[in-house]
């Protein structure tokens, strides 16, 4: 009866910490929309970090939630989770002629959504206790596109990002073509990407796509030297072989991490050999999980460079490479415990995973 009423308590409890919200605003004439989750830990007396994650060209955020779940590894690691919903763009269209939502607006459009993202973070800042120097941004496809370009035109409010299956806008599409300014950050800014050798979509294709003879796309070769060489960090990266643990998948990963930039900034690549348009995790590659893999990389880092950077930096330097931490340990009831034997434990890493184990004696 006791262990019953417990049970009941502790239920309601998680259920009323845990809250998404659908909110929308009015911006540049158009209603716009975004999910937010608020982690079981929030409580408004700490300031958490935000995370962006931005589906893809034609996608939904109540679909992209669930391909780019980071709601449990907010729950675990801290921080608000964010899902901005893409507005319809009429000088693109789907399959069946209809209008598709998008982040880079085509021409003559003069829609730019960097200005929406700032909004959303003025406005989530004056509604939640948010750390102003840890806010993150990623995105899949052209939602990957429009991550570099917060790394690029938003510099000063993005700390880091990360982009999966989708390249970077060359200067002349960024210049020319939508009259926008070159990619100019501002601070030291640690970057991952996550890209699929045999990804044949144009604007995510491993070597890039030009028409005639102008760059359109970067290259991920050449993604990866501008951010180095934007960082100053080591000009050779170091590269191990990611387990190939999923052996039906088609495709294994090389982690390639170029270290020692400006303020302990570090580069990282994530290259699925084998992989096409995915999201790795969900569908493709299952050795890694890019949802884990983002939030590992990213929340290391401010709008500094990396936290604590002279103190940690070599333990950093391993970790990065190599492995994660364990953070605590709980029973199954959340109480945190020793480690003890034949009975199950909850392990909590610094990645925001968690993972249970029994120890049998």
């Known amino acids: 009866m006791i262990k019953l009423l417990i049970l009941l308590i502790f239920i309601p409890i998680f259920c009323i910490a845990q809250n998404q919200v659908s ?16 982690p079981t830990g929030y409580d408004g007396t700490v300031h958490f970090p935000l995370l962006f994650s931005f589906h893809g060209g034609g996608g939904y955020a109540s679909e992209f939630i669930q391909t780019n779940d980071m709601r449990p590894i907010a729950d675990t690691a801290n921080f608000i989770a964010v ?27 003069d829609h730019d959504d960097i200005f929406f993202v700032e909004a959303m973070i003025d406005t989530l ?18 939602g990957g596109i429009f991550s570099y ?20 806008l060359s200067d002349y599409y960024r210049t020319d073509i939508y009259g926008w300014d070159a990619c100019s950050p501002t601070h030291p800014t640690a970057m991952m990407l996550i ?23 970067l290259s991920v070769d050449e993604i990866t030297s501008f951010w180095s060489n934007f960082n100053n960090t080591d000009i050779n990266p170091v590269i191990i072989n990611v387990e190939n643990t999923s052996l039906n998948d088609g495709s294994t990963v090389e982690k390639k991490s170029w270290l020692n930039g400006n303020n302990c900034t570090s580069i990282q690549e994530l290259k699925v050999i084998g992989g096409d348009h995915d999201w790795p995790g969900t569908f493709g590659n ?41 953070i605590k340990k709980t029973d199954v009831l959340g109480r945190v415990i020793k480690e003890v034997k034949n009975i199950p434990l909850l392990y909590f890493f610094d990645d925001g995973t968690v993972e249970k184990k029994i120890i049998i004696e």
């Open 286 to 326: 299952m050795d890694i999980n890019a949802s884990q893999e983002i939030w590992k990389f990213v929340s290391k880092h401010d709008i500094n460079g990396l936290i604590d950077c002279n103190a940690v930096m070599g333990e950093y330097q391993f970790d990065i490479i190599q492995t994660k931490k364990i």
């Open 23 to 38: 909110k929308t605003m009015v911006f540049d004439d158009n209603v716009r929309e975004y999910i937010v989750y608020i």
């Open 195 to 217: 890209p699929g050798t045999v990804d044949q979509n144009p604007h995510s294709n491993y070597d890039g796509f030009s028409y005639e003879d102008m760059s359109l796309y």
């Open 83 to 109: 899902y901005p919903q893409g507005a319809l763009d009429f000088d693109a269209v789907d399959d069946g002629g209809q209008a598709s939502t998008s982040w880079i607006h085509k021409a003559p459009t």
């Open 149 to 168: 370009e917060l790394g690029c035109r938003l510099n000063n409010k993005i700390a880091a990002f990360s982009a999966v299956s989708g390249s970077m």
């Open 125 to 142: 800042s004056a509604q939640y206790s948010i750390d102003n120097d840890r806010v993150y941004a990623c995105g899949y496809s052209e």
